[in-house]
């Protein structure tokens, strides 16, 4: 395979040691070599990363390449492999998780210092093979931490976090400003990691379930959706036809109420509270319906590996179908509010510009991505089903600014609204779950991953069922991992007091990140 | 705008009535508190939310608490920005080990006298989170806990009761409120 010939994903998949029981897309392990291929066509732009995680001794790369989605796997001999983030700098923070999770070790690495791990654990490489336990550490202080420099006449610094001012999740953000312009901003996270991925490993799939579900509570729905699917994959199960239109269901409320508190706190934090109260109410009716509809207002544990937990009965249909009527009569106002207000816009318009080749760059997903002229949405390109089945359009702006993400998440809602009562319309009959197969025989393990747009961006669940039906390991990637890096490269040139607004624009998730 | 503001003169309160204080958490209270709280906050409580480790689904919650629905400033209770204001520490989460310092001192910046409610269920002891090497293991691990409020989340309503149980009970002394 010559270099020039530009391979394909799969050229790529069926050059290494394909791995069975790997649905629904393939994975192979690699040389050295083919993954170096691998981080060069990212490197020149012409793939997307999805993921990268690892295990011991052994290291994960999902890859996109147009519509096709692979991964390539590569041994670590004593952790070492070749660093993707040298080449290609979405990988760089992922690559310090593995470092600090696996003790894995990527070569040429620029960035090595520690990202989740603050130091506070009492052990390294906590999900290494082995006794890690054993591995104690004296323990480092948090001022260990080296912010990248900025340097010039008269300029400062500005620490903020990782306690916030308002009801917000913690990280730091150190900001460099001459004046009232923003330098350089350093983000620090991981203030609020749980460990999710060591807990899971081992766990029945019941608990990694409900693991997998409190992984970032506003995506609750997307996240439980994400692991039933990847569970499925594995299991070479399906969830019945009504069980995934409700699952379809769910997520589009889901979606709907995270836009509707988004557009409201995007117009608060540029201090236009009234809109903030009229979509305060509308997120609420959303939230209630869902309670009506399902018996929780986040829905949570509602999706289940093999379908969902609870069936939709007339009294909750009627309270969506209320809920979807109120919001359909009066969004339109509120669409025309933020639109004719000059003094909104002045704050919104050109505010935090993510230029597209950074969108590209970095596959960010969701409303960041959209906004700046990427257009992905993992409900239409890998898709699944019910999706296939339902009319919908997936908006896209060019301009990158926080007014473009305000207006992706308002053409959103209506889209969402649409789905909402197709599904409705449609909802077929029958049961809503069906059973888990037997556990694979020992010494088998079956690999299952899924793509699934959260109402932030896509979201990737790959895991391995092994002996006893446990889950062996199991990784989330949230939309953030590559989301959070360009909100840096957002606010550079912005004033110090447009961070609140750009940042609510991109609404990163903190746990969903820190894991 | 103009027409959004007259509808609003017109249609009636969205606020429903206030809930009764939980009897679950005056009873707690009874046991926390003494009379030495009695009539400290003036029917006025000044809450910093705290993060601790939580997905975000209670601070969802907290936020809800401020819309028109549940409109939580009518009882008088507000969240601040600092630490400095506030009568109460509302922490969520496990208590991850690397948020467990800026928990310490937020707590130590909060002025006397002051109280700590642990809202959610991993913030009881855990949760599903109990176990990993990244948590403590609730908000009792590190610092002293007046009461709980159980949930995951805890819908709006659950922490409004909480909320006012404190309330009563912290002016009551004896926890007496009109549970």
């Known amino acids: 395979m010559s270099k020039r010939k530009m391979p394909a994903l799969i050229d790529l998949i069926e050059a290494g040691r394909p791995v069975e029981h790997h649905a629904p897309w393939r994975r192979a392990m690699v040389a ?67 470092a600090d999770l696996f003790g894995l070790s990527p070569q040429g690495l620029p960035d090595t210092r520690r990202w989740l791990d603050h130091g506070q654990w009492g052990i390294s490489y906590p999900l290494a093979a082995g006794a890690s336990a054993a591995r104690s550490q004296a323990p480092t202080t948090a001022s ?65 379930a409900r693991l997998a579900g409190r992984t970032s509570g506003d995506s609750t729905v997307a996240y439980s959706l994400a692991f039933a699917r990847a569970v499925e994959a594995a299991l070479g199960v399906e969830a019945p036809p009504r069980a995934v239109w409700l699952r379809a269901l769910m997520a589009e409320l889901e979606r709907l109420a995270n836009h509707l508190g988004d557009i409201g706190a995007i117009c608060n934090d540029a201090a236009f509270a009234l809109m903030h109260a009229h979509c305060g109410v509308l997120r609420e009716r959303v939230l209630r319906a869902g309670d009506a509809a399902f018996g929780h207002r986040l829905m949570r544990d509602r999706i289940v590996p093999g379908g969902v937990a609870s069936d939709l009965g007339e009294a909750g249909m009627a309270a969506v179908l209320s809920a979807i ?21 002045d704050r919104t318009v050109a505010t935090g510009r993510l230029k597209p080749e950074l969108a590209r ?26 999706y296939d089945e339902l009319a919908f359009d997936v908006p896209v702006l060019q301009e990158g600014d926080v007014n473009a993400r305000v207006w992706i998440r308002i053409r959103e809602v209506e889209q969402s609204l649409s789905l909402v009562e197709q599904i409705l319309e449609r909802l077929p009959d029958g049961p809503i779950s069906v059973g888990i197969p037997e556990p694979p025989r020992e010494g088998m393990a079956l690999d299952g991953m899924a793509l699934v747009e959260g109402f932030r961006g896509d979201i990737l669940a790959w895991l391995r069922i092994g002996a006893g039906g446990l889950v062996e390991r199991c990784h989330l990637r949230d939309p953030s991992w590559f989301q959070w890096p360009l909100l840096e490269a957002a606010i550079e040139g912005n004033i110090v007091a447009d961070f609140p607004l750009c940042n609510k624009s991109f609404n990163c998730s903190y746990s969903g990140h820190d894991l | 705008m103009r027409k959004l503001l007259f509808e609003s003169l017109i249609r009636p309160p969205l606020t429903e009535p206030p809930p009764a204080a939980s009897d679950a958490a ?6 926390a508190l003494d009379g030495a709280a009695r009539m400290r906050l003036g029917r ?30 009518r009882f008088g209770i507000r969240f601040v920005a600092s630490p400095r204001h506030a009568d109460v520490l509302l922490v969520t989460g496990p208590v991850t080990k690397n948020m467990r310092e800026a928990l310490k001192r937020t707590w130590d910046a909060t002025p006397n006298p002051k ?47 909480g909320l006012l149980a404190l309330l009563d009970g912290v002016n009551a002394g004896t926890g007496a409120g009109r549970g």
């Not at chain 1, 919001?327 to 509010?337: A, S």
């Open chain 1, 32 to 98: 050295p070599k083919t993954w170096n291929l691998a981080v060069e066509q990212l490197a020149e732009g012409r793939w997307s990363m999805l993921g990268l995680w690892g295990e011991p001794e052994i290291v994960h790369m999902a890859l996109l390449d147009a519509a096709d989605i692979g991964v390539i796997s590569l041994k670590c001999p004593g952790g070492r492999y070749p660093s993707v983030g040298q080449l290609h700098p979405p990988a760089l923070r992922l690559e310090r998780t593995a």
């Open chain 1, 144 to 208: 260990a931490y080296r912010f990248l420099p900025a340097e010039g006449d008269g300029l400062h610094q500005i620490p903020v976090g990782p306690v916030h001012a308002g009801i917000i999740e913690p990280g730091h953000f150190r900001f460099t400003a001459s004046g009232e312009t923003v330098v350089r901003l350093e983000e620090r996270l991981g203030y609020v990691h749980k460990g999710i991925e060591g807990l899971m490993a081992g766990s029945p799939v019941e608990r990694a």
């Open chain 1, 325 to 345: 009527t109120e919001i359909r009569q009066r969004f339109p106002y509120l669409v025309e509010l933020y639109d004719n207000t000059a003094s909104l816009q």
């Open chain 1, 361 to 386: 760059q970095y596959a960010a997903g969701g409303y960041v991505g959209r906004a700046s002229g990427r257009d992905f949405d993992a409900r239409r390109s890998p898709g699944y089903p019910p």
């Open chain 2, 26 to 31: 005056v009873d707690e209270l009874a046991r």
């Open chain 2, 44 to 73: 006025s409580l000044s809450i910093r939310a705290v993060d601790a480790g939580s997905c975000n689904g209670c601070e969802l919650e907290m936020h809800a608490l401020s819309n028109a629905f549940y409109d939580i400033e």
């Open chain 2, 115 to 161: 109280w700590v409610v642990a809202l959610g269920d991993c913030a009881r002891n855990g949760g599903c989170f109990a176990g990993s090497y990244a948590v403590t293991g609730g908000v009792s691990e590190v610092l002293p806990v007046d009461l709980h409020i159980p949930g995951c989340p805890p819908p709006p309503v659950e922490i409004l009761k």
